[in-house]
């Protein structure tokens, strides 16, 4: 494969040179969770679990003429181009001045900075720039992109946001509350999510639909309206907020007077109009506190340890189920292969591959196979061919 376009670690040998496989892979494809493998020595297809096969099809060619390039802290200037695959976690092919191309991992490289980092690192400034630079402009209106930057406060550094697109080591963390309250329900993650809402200044909860992110949100709010404190839920989406909004005020859970739907003109003015009658919620009271949030500490204990031995046995589910297929195509390798082809085994197999790319490209042009072409792979594979 193409390794300035695509990248195939094998992470059984994370750490080594060996684990970059891209140059030695023909074709790879996923089937059933599995990886299956062609390589450039052979004909025959390996499968590999999931978890042991790394590609990366996402590339970013980075203009080397304008950045350093440190391998071990060792400056590198014979690179004539570098690309880098990956999200989270970076590997980088360079290829030198010689014609040589070697992969490395993150932790081996440095690539110092580009002209895009001109503002000194500053994040704010430089989203400022981008948005000057690219934002949407409206006639008559300007660039609304720009305009909304410009309401910011960017002299105030003591909002979360400054620390979240700056320094976020100095966002704040909490102690967790001594009783954490699950009213509404939760799963490992969910209960992880409300734990982390609540310790730590900025907290970022993501997920598909139907993964329980509403959910979590009552969970949180519970929390905060147990300590006395006011909730502000707001979204890009209307319906993000009803949502929150119609599960508190549900009968069976009774919050509804606790909640001002507000926003756009006509729900402030719906809920100065329609305010509801205080509720009556003298037996909210619970006499036995004490002992009621006692027992609530030692069920959560014991869900707590129901959720880790549950992650840990579908990982294990997996892991095992994987192993098996992958045991049972190894096995499947090994026995011998008996047929009219058997004399094609003891052929090169950059040269069967080749033979085979030339006769789909005669079969997909819809051209015939001209004496030319047998003649030449004739005296290639001899006359069984």
């Known amino acids: 494969m193409n390794p300035k376009k695509y990248m195939v670690i094998d992470t059984s040998r994370l750490g080594t040179p060996k684990m970059f496989i891209t140059k030695q892979v023909a074709h790879l494809e996923i089937a059933d969770g599995m990886w299956h493998i062609t390589f450039e020595t052979s004909p025959i297809s390996y499968t590999y679990r999931y978890e042991r096969i790394k590609f990366f099809t996402k590339v970013e060619r980075i203009d080397i003429e304008t950045r350093g390039f440190y391998l071990k802290n060792k400056r590198i200037e014979d690179i ?34 580009t002209t895009l980092d001109e ?40 909002v979360p946001l400054a620390q979240f697109i700056g320094d976020k080591t100095k966002l704040a963390t ?25 310790t730590h200044q900025v907290s970022i909860i993501q997920g598909p639909p139907g993964t329980g992110k509403t959910q979590t949100i009552l969970n949180i709010v519970a929390n905060l309206l147990v300590q006395g404190k006011s909730v502000l839920i707001v979204s890009n989406n209307n319906s993000a907020v009803e949502n929150v909004a ?113 006769y789909e490209t005669q079969i997909e042009q819809s051209k015939k196979l001209g004496t030319v072409f047998y003649i030449e792979w004739l005296f290639r594979f001899g006359f069984k061919m």
Not at 174 to 196: D, M
């Open 119 to 158: 503002c000194g690192g500053d994040t704010w400034k430089y989203l400022n720039q981008l948005a000057a630079e690219t934002g949407l402009e409206m006639e008559g209106i300007g660039n609304i992109l720009k305009m909304q930057y410009d309401i910011v406060d960017r002299m105030r550094d003591n």
């Open 174 to 198: 909490y102690n967790a509350p001594r009783q954490i309250l699950y009213p509404f329900g939760c799963n490992a993650s969910q209960k992880r999510g409300v734990e982390n809402a609540l």
């Open 80 to 113: 004539r181009e570098l690309y880098r695959f990956g999200d989270t976690r970076y590997y980088y092919h360079a290829v030198f001045s010689n014609g040589a191309e070697l992969d490395y991992d993150e932790k081996d490289v440095y690539v110092s900075r």
């Open 246 to 358: 119609e599960k508190l005020s549900d009968k069976k859970i009774g919050l509804g007077f606790l909640v001002a739907q507000l926003g756009k003109k006509e729900n402030k003015e719906a809920f100065v109009e329609n305010q509801p009658a205080e509720p009556d919620i003298s037996d909210w009271e619970l006499p036995e506190w004490r002992r009621t949030a006692e027992e609530i500490n030692e069920k959560l204990q014991i869900v707590s340890k129901g959720f880790e031995k549950q992650t840990i046995l579908s990982k294990l589910k997996i892991e095992a189920e994987a192993l098996k297929i992958e045991s049972r195509y190894n096995e499947l390798q090994k026995r011998p292969i008996v047929s009219d082809f058997d004399w094609l085994h003891l052929k090169p197999s950059r040269q069967l591959l080749t033979l085979k790319r030339q």
